[in-house]
């Protein structure tokens, strides 16, 4: 017996063998947290690979190190190593609980941590069970410590080290590799942290965020209050007044922001198989006190939705590559649309199908002065209830109309639906017209999830105009931008009914719907050019607040001076009269015509490239450069992060104090009775589910 232990002994004191179960481990209990601790959204097999595989390279790097080194040394360094990166699992797994996000450098480093209220809440995170992930390295450390394991005194060879770091650097590249074949583009584009773990580890993640504040810290520093001169002379140089006819002529009332994901102008009275694709969105289109625009466009770069959001509700521009809000909403001061309506005593708040940490809403709606993120957390999501990156609408919004009855009035509201989005794929049973037939797989759905999006919207509207909300707010509905990249020419030539598309074809295609509706605002179509980027200070003028102090890029859709050059993010430009696109020069006509300007009109086009490119310098210097933080404007108050927190607990205590506070919420109204009941919708998935099922928190505050 003593002879068996002893060789167990032996066996475990040789130093390859430590650092092989110091590994497999670390490995376990990585991957437990993974599956038991984050809601990372793995699906498919490569996924599922990944998420077993990826925290072998930085472990075969990091604890290879050790094997560079003799005796004990080698072996605290490995220990070193292991209690840094139990911590920092530790860590993450508490933040992650409250926040539903990894921690960032940002987060530990600046005021973050207090402003998180991570210090006070600690006590009410934590679970004895947490403590799993030092099991491991506890045990390992008391058998070092006891000399049950020995340490093994052999000379180093140098061949083991560099075969573990060459082996963890070769797997890293295979993972990545993998990783970038599955979602293109992955970091280039900064969607979610969760990718990041999912695809590439904890440890990876930690390096690319410490790289990232480091970037973002330079950037920083750099940045001068003579920057923030020069950008708010360029906003004064272009702000135009508002328009007297329309200035403060929706005053007061609820406010609807309703996002039409990947929703394109061309789909308006569009038809297909003899039908009106979204009947509901057009109706709405040529409501008569709907002031519709036909010629507004997305602007967004890589951060599409995130670009969409960041124009919106700051008039400020996404970045040239990358997304604003992933990379600077956590940091970064904003003087955005929530927060100056929160301070004109509306109820603010988003609401999204999808997981809070995407796109970094999370972070960023705080910095936005949001009051309430209405994530997925806050709905009842079964397996057949999502589609793509979340719930689909209509099961969405049905649910989604129990925390907006609770809102307290006035509110601004931003809905933002999710279901018609690439690669388009919808259940059969909620299919209600035909694929087309360009033969393009990733293109055909589009109409059939177009019409689904269609009938959401349909049923929300339903809902407004039943419970009398129709009557006394603005709705404000938009397309974020296209749904068919410029990669389908064919394709899109087919929708188009054209032989072929030019590149000026490509950009008139990225117009998106833009339209405000409210009673008594006089409808009709609207032919001035614009973008997502004049919204702010367009809805500012109507609600009548005064809006000259802020440092918008856009301007006033209404007034009739407006600059109809509309800037795309990588510096093309499109306007009535000329657009530049690449090198060539089309007239509104579709032709080019470098040859056969006038010198005036040459200039002309010069000064409007000139403009264009100042701008988006100028939105990046603001982003990158962080220079609302020098910037103070007149009366307002500067949003305080640690006023908010949208975990479901937090967002519901609040939401019920609120409606004490201000008993104007369309519940309150209602004398208490829930509205849900007058949100029809024909979901199949819904069919026999009751409100009580449904609902995750019914009835709240009554
Ligand atoms: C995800 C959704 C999609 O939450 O908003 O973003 P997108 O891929 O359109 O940028
Ligand atoms: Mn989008």
């Given amino acids: 017996m003593r002879k068996a232990l002893k060789k167990v002994q032996d066996f475990f004191s040789k130093k390859l063998v430590f650092f092989a179960l110091v590994i497999i481990l670390f490995w376990i209990k990585t991957y437990i947290a993974y599956?038991?601790?984050?809601?990372?959204?793995?699906?498919?097999?490569?996924?599922?690979?990944?998420?077993?595989?990826?925290?072998?390279?930085?472990?075969?790097?990091?604890?290879?190190?050790?094997?560079?080194?003799?005796?004990?040394?080698?072996?605290?360094?490995?220990?070193?190593?292991?209690?840094?990166?139990?911590?920092?699992?530790?860590?993450?797994?508490?933040?992650?609980?409250?926040?539903?996000?990894?921690?960032?450098?940002?987060?530990?480093?600046?005021?973050?941590?207090?402003?998180?209220?991570?210090?006070?809440?600690?006590?009410?995170?934590?679970?004895?069970?947490?403590?799993?992930?030092?099991?491991?390295?506890?045990?390992?450390?008391?058998?070092?410590?006891?000399?049950?394991?020995?340490?093994?005194?052999?000379?180093?060879?140098?061949?083991?080290?560099?075969?573990?770091?060459?082996?963890?650097?070769?797997?890293?590249?295979?993972?990545?590799?993998?990783?970038?074949?599955?979602?293109?583009?992955?970091?280039?584009?900064?969607?979610?942290?969760?990718?990041?773990?999912?695809?590439?580890?904890?440890?990876?993640?930690?390096?690319?965020?410490?790289?990232?504040?480091?970037?973002?810290?330079?950037?920083?520093?750099?940045?001068?209050?003579?920057?923030?001169?020069?950008?708010?002379?360029f906003a004064r140089q272009n702000y135009l007044p508002p328009n007297v006819q329309y200035y403060g002529k929706e005053k007061g009332k609820n406010v609807f922001i309703i996002h039409l994901e990947s929703f394109q102008q061309f789909l308006i009275d569009y038809k297909w198989d003899g039908q009106e694709v979204t009947p509901n969105i057009d109706a709405f289109y040529h409501d008569q006190n709907t002031m519709s625009f036909d010629n507004?466009?997305?602007?967004?770069?890589?951060?599409?939705t995130s670009d969409a959001e960041t124009m919106l509700e700051n008039s400020l521009y996404g970045l040239p590559s990358g997304s604003a809000m992933t990379e600077y909403g956590g940091s970064n001061t904003f003087d955005a649309m929530p927060a100056i309506m929160d301070q004109h005593g509306y109820s603010t708040a988003s609401f999204h199908g999808d997981v809070g940490s995407f796109w970094n809403r999370i972070n960023t709606y705080k910095a936005w002065g949001?009051?309430?993120?209405?994530?997925?957390?806050?709905?009842?999501?079964k397996e057949n209830y999502n589609v793509g990156y979340g719930l689909k609408d209509k099961i969405f919004l049905k649910q989604a109309v129990n925390y907006l009855q609770q809102l307290p009035q006035p509110f601004y509201a931003k809905i933002i639906t999710l279901t018609n989005h690439y690669p388009y794929e919808l259940d059969k049973q909620n299919q209600?017209?035909?694929?087309?037939?360009?033969?393009?797989?990733?293109?055909?759905?589009?109409?059939?999830?177009?019409?689904?999006?269609?009938?959401?919207?349909?049923?929300?509207?339903?809902?407004?105009?039943?419970?009398?909300?129709?009557?006394?707010?603005?709705?404000?509905?938009?397309?974020?931008?296209?749904?068919?990249?410029?990669?389908?020419?064919k394709a899109i030539a087919q929708l188009l009914?054209?032989?072929?598309?030019?590149?000026?074809?490509?950009?008139?295609?990225?117009?998106?719907?833009?339209?405000?509706?409210?009673?008594g605002l006089k409808g009709g179509i609207n032919h001035t050019y614009g973008g997502e980027i004049d919204v702010m200070p367009t809805l500012l003028d109507l609600l009548g607040i005064p809006d000259k102090q802020y440092l918008m890029l856009g301007q006033d859709l209404l007034n009739p001076n407006h600059s109809q050059t509309v800037a795309f993010r990588d510096g093309n430009f499109v306007s009535p009269t000329?657009?530049?696109?690449?090198?060539?020069?089309?007239?509104?006509?579709?032709?080019?015509?470098?040859?056969?300007?006038?010198?005036?009109?040459?200039?002309?086009?010069?000064?409007?490239?000139?403009?264009?490119?100042?701008?988006?310098?100028?939105?990046?210097?603001?982003?990158?450069?962080?220079?609302?933080?020098?910037?103070?404007?007149?009366?307002?108050?500067?949003?305080?992060?640690?006023?908010?927190?949208?975990?479901?607990?937090?967002?519901?205590?609040?939401?019920?104090?609120?409606?004490?506070?201000?008993?104007?919420?369309?519940?309150?109204?209602?004398?208490?009775?829930?509205?849900?009941?007058?949100?029809?919708?024909?979901?199949?998935?819904?069919?026999g589910v009751t409100n009580k099922q449904l609902y995750k928190y019914y009835q709240t505050a009554h």
Avoid: C
Wanted: aromatic fraction near 14%; proline fraction near 3%.
């Fill in 370 to 381: 949001y009051q309430y993120f209405f994530d997925k957390d806050y709905y009842t999501s």
């Fill in 35 to 233: 599956q038991t601790e984050f809601t990372l959204g793995v699906s498919g097999t490569v996924q599922n690979i990944l998420l077993i595989v990826n925290p072998i390279p930085f472990a075969l790097i990091l604890f290879g190190i050790a094997l560079f080194f003799r005796g004990k040394v080698s072996y605290w360094i490995m220990m070193v190593i292991d209690w840094i990166e139990s911590i920092w699992l530790f860590a993450n797994i508490l933040y992650y609980r409250e926040f539903s996000d990894f921690l960032t450098l940002g987060v530990i480093k600046s005021t973050g941590s207090v402003s998180n209220n991570l210090g006070l809440s600690i006590s009410k995170i934590i679970r004895p069970t947490d403590f799993f992930v030092f099991i491991d390295v506890v045990v390992l450390t008391l058998l070092l410590i006891t000399k049950v394991i020995k340490v093994d005194k052999r000379p180093v060879r140098f061949r083991q080290g560099i075969i573990s770091v060459v082996a963890g650097i070769v797997l890293f590249g295979i993972n990545l590799g993998a990783a970038n074949q599955d979602r293109p583009q992955l970091l280039t584009r900064t969607f979610d942290n969760n990718y990041i773990v999912k695809y590439l580890g904890m440890n990876f993640y930690a390096g690319y965020n410490a790289y990232q504040n480091y970037k973002q810290t330079q950037t920083r520093k750099d940045a001068k209050k003579e920057d923030l001169n020069k950008a708010l002379k």
């Fill in 578 to 687: 000329y657009s530049k696109i690449g090198s060539k020069i089309y007239n509104n006509k579709g032709e080019v015509v470098n040859d056969r300007l006038t010198p005036e009109e040459k200039q002309w086009v010069k000064g409007q490239q000139n403009y264009v490119d100042k701008q988006l310098e100028i939105s990046d210097q603001i982003i990158t450069g962080d220079l609302l933080r020098f910037y103070h404007p007149k009366g307002f108050k500067r949003v305080d992060k640690s006023d908010y927190n949208y975990n479901y607990k937090a967002g519901m205590k609040q939401l019920q104090e609120a409606q004490k506070k201000h008993p104007t919420s369309l519940l309150d109204q209602n004398h208490g009775k829930t509205t849900v009941n007058d949100f029809s919708t024909d979901a199949p998935e819904l069919k």
């Fill in 432 to 489: 209600s017209i035909p694929k087309t037939d360009t033969g393009d797989d990733t293109v055909d759905g589009y109409v059939q999830t177009a019409r689904y999006l269609d009938q959401a919207f349909g049923e929300f509207i339903n809902y407004l105009k039943k419970t009398g909300l129709y009557n006394n707010s603005m709705i404000v509905v938009y397309g974020d931008h296209y749904g068919i990249s410029n990669n389908h020419p």
């Fill in 497 to 519: 009914g054209k032989k072929s598309v030019s590149s000026y074809d490509l950009a008139m295609f990225q117009k998106v719907p833009f339209m405000i509706h409210a009673p």
């Fill in 296 to 304: 507004f466009f997305n602007q967004v770069g890589q951060g599409k």
